[in-house]
């Protein structure tokens, strides 16, 4: 049985992976636009990787955006941004970058989830990291 952190934290990246795609088909410059399918290809990854485990599991994959939670929010929120500028869809990404980070570092510190999910977590933290950088920089640059 998959546990809820573990059900949660692949709700969280497929909503990310949607949230990338709708901000790239909405970015103004090409560099920027360039730069988020790139981003979205590696978060398209970790989903898979994620789901991959639901499905060692039996459990359902997440193929849907969970439409309620702030995850979902905050991701229509960028998108959103995206018909301002550039700069405050940057703002958006690095604010949604910030808050997957920390529900993936929090639940590493979670007890609940078994052995073979924590690890699934953990390689895929790595990503979430990467993702994290590139908000960051992208709102340097387009500030």
């Known amino acids: 049985m998959t546990s809820t952190v573990f059900k949660s934290l692949t709700d969280t990246a497929f909503d990310s992976v949607e949230g990338y795609r709708q901000a790239a088909e909405k970015?103004?410059?090409?560099?920027l636009?360039?730069?988020?399918?790139?981003?979205c290809q590696?978060?398209?990854q970790t989903l898979q990787q994620m789901n991959a485990e639901l499905?060692?599991?039996g459990d359902e994959l997440v193929t849907k955006g969970t439409m309620a939670g702030e995850a979902h929010q905050m991701w229509a929120s960028i998108t959103s941004a995206f018909e301002n500028n550039d700069e405050a869809?940057?703002?958006r990404v690095e604010e949604g970058e910030d808050y997957i980070k920390g529900k993936f570092k929090s639940a590493l510190d979670d007890t609940q989830m078994e052995a073979?999910?924590?690890?699934?977590?953990?390689?895929c933290y790595a990503e979430i990291c990467e993702g994290e950088r590139f908000?960051?920089?992208?709102e340097k640059q387009f500030d």
Request: a neutral charge; aromatic letters at 0%.
């Open 27 to 31: 970015a103004d410059s090409p560099q």
């Open 33 to 39: 636009k360039q730069a988020l399918q790139q981003r």
């Open 42 to 44: 590696h978060r398209e």
């Open 55 to 57: 499905q060692r599991q």
């Open 89 to 91: 869809a940057a703002e």
């Open 116 to 123: 073979q999910e924590r690890a699934i977590v953990q390689q």
């Open 135 to 138: 908000g960051d920089m992208i």
